[in-house]
């Protein structure tokens, strides 16, 4: 495992890394389950830890590769990269870390192929409600709430954060999860629901299969409860939050574009909302550390954890 964790693979690397956490009772009590992979420190460390940085993905999306750098030429050939100040796979390991290293950053992977959401997968599986509770007693279990926390979400991974956050208001037992919710970053978050009804249902199914058409509609009951009951919420608890938002459209396959989540709905109603001239897929994903999107997202991280940072 030793081993393993020196591999240039993100993957091979943050699996042994995970097995060796949760082997380890001596200094780390946190468990780690299925889909919760820790990206720093992958190492016992002497640096205090003072805050936790959350990286919840969307539909079709991972914990990895979600996060890396815009593709380039060097990605694409699928060979290990060792020079990291050239291309990230995964930017909150390899910039982030450095830039804050009193952190603990984790990234959490739910299984989002199109195969589990076929008509035999048990209704309630398939709901964003569902997924929220599993990945709430997930992130529980792994010590999540004990420190102040940074909540980072790209789509549908959103509206898991603002349907966790929700739920674990009303459990006694998740109180210490909102006390220590400092902020939250939304990347291109449907708040308000995606224009994917417009288009046809081949369309519609390749981007959210489904149960996932229904709730993310712009006329869905269940997105706008959502909506108004986590403003209300965010509002009364005082979090910092930052959106961002796509302006360009993205291509599925040659023949068709279309904006998947349009200014007005990623606009939570509080918070700072910046449009950036990417695609959806793009906009949680920066052409390099100096770029706009990164250097945002980094200065959002440090101004809302600055005084337990400091401490």
Known sequence: ??????????????????????????????????????????????????????????????AFKTWRQQDSEQAVTE??????????????????????PALRIISVEYDTSLSDWRARCPLER???????????????AAGVGDRPVV????????????????????????????????????????????????????VRYLLFPSLEVK????????????????????????????NFVETLPTYIGSMIKLHVVPVESADLGIGDLIPVDVNHL???KPKKKDAFLYQRTLQFIRETLAKDLEN
């Open 282 to 284: 793009n906009i949680c």
């Open 151 to 202: 909540w980072i979400s790209h789509s549908m991974g959103g509206l898991l954060v603002k349907k966790m956050l929700l739920e674990a208001s009303k459990k006694p037992e998740m109180s210490t999860v909102i006390n220590n919710t400092r902020g939250i970053i939304f990347y291109s978050v449907p708040h308000h629901g995606s224009h994917l009804a417009e288009y046809s249902v081949n």
């Open 1 to 62: 495992m030793a081993e393993a964790m020196k591999s240039h693979h993100i993957m091979e690397a943050s699996h042994a890394a995970r097995i060796l956490a949760n082997l380890d009772r001596e200094t780390v009590q946190e468990k780690y389950q299925d889909g919760v992979y820790v990206l720093h420190p992958q190492y016992r460390t002497s640096q205090p830890i003072k805050a936790d940085v959350l990286f919840i993905h969307g539909l079709m999306g991972a």
């Open 126 to 140: 398939r709901s964003i409600a569902f997924r929220s509770d599993e990945l709430l007693r997930k992130l529980r």
């Open 215 to 242: 709730e993310l509609s712009k006329d869905s009951p269940a997105l706008k409860k959502l909506q108004d009951d986590f403003l209300e919420f965010a509002k009364d608890k005082n979090f910092q939050v930052l």
């Open 79 to 100: 060979k290990p990269i060792e020079d990291e100040d050239k291309y990230t796979t995964c930017w909150p390991k390899t910039w982030l870390a450095k830039d804050c």
